[in-house]
Antibody
């Protein structure tokens, strides 16, 4: 049973960089996409982006200029960096494993089957 | 504004059958599969239904998903008090090349 655990600072100052790491245990990082999702307090889920184990990331359009997702296969970890943060970036940040599929009849499928517990990051001076 | 549209709330009594809807477009649900997530209070979301109508191991068969055109539904039969949670739909968006979520539906068991 794969398990994911987010780690990183819980408080980040405005204009600085939010950096989080997700450690994967009980399974290999190879062969899957891995994703970051966030949830502002009292609000819904927002997809940030994902990265394939081969190293190609895809980011949500509104965050694209500020976000970087990277993999460290040697440590079975992947990371999120979000720069120039503001109070609007305050949220619970989740990492998750992605089950992906594409076929002619059903199109794309990116399903998040294993999640970390989430970590609250507050942007405040 | 979420790309996928869900009613903000739904309710039912124990034992009842409840449906939660999710409306998208041709570039989202109309072209790709839909997933449903259950988020119990204070916890991480959990995959409930994937690829329109498949259930991960351990998810009761009281939960079922369906899709028609650019809309999808999650049905819960034999409603139980522990089903009280927020439910989110999600799909790939071919136009934006991103995963999009619905705004979530808060299910209350009366």
């Amino acid at each position: 049973q794969v398990q994911l655990q987010e780690s990183g600072p819980g408080l980040v100052k405005p204009s600085e960089t939010l950096s989080l790491t997700c450690t994967v245990s009980g399974g290999s990082i190879s062969g899957y996409y891995w994703t970051w999702i966030r949830q502002p307090p009292g609000k819904g889920l927002e997809w940030i982006g994902h990265i394939h184990y081969s190293g190609t990331p895809t980011y949500y359009s509104s965050l694209k200029s500020r976000v970087t997702i990277s993999l460290d296969t040697s440590k079975n970890q992947f990371s999120l960096n979000l720069n120039s943060v503001t109070a609007a970036d305050t949220a619970v940040y989740y990492c998750a494993r992605v089950l992906s599929n594409k076929d002619f009849w059903n199109g794309y499928s990116f399903s998040f089957d294993s999640w970390g517990q989430g970590t609250l990051v507050t942007v405040s001076s | 504004q979420p790309v996928l549209t869900q009613s903000p709330s739904a309710s039912g009594t124990p034992g009842q059958w409840v449906t939660i809807s999710c409306s998208g477009s041709g570039s989202t649900i109309g072209s790709n599969t839909v997933d449903w997530y259950q988020q119990l209070p204070g916890t991480a979301p959990k995959l409930l239904v994937y690829r329109n109508n498949l259930r991960p191991s351990g998810v009761p068969d009281r939960f079922s998903g369906s899709k028609s055109g650019a809309s999808a539904s999650l049905a819960i039969s034999g409603l139980q008090s522990e089903d009280e949670a927020d439910y989110y739909c999600a799909a790939w968006d071919d136009s934006l090349n991103v995963v999009v979520f619905g705004g979530g539906t808060k299910l209350t068991v009366l």
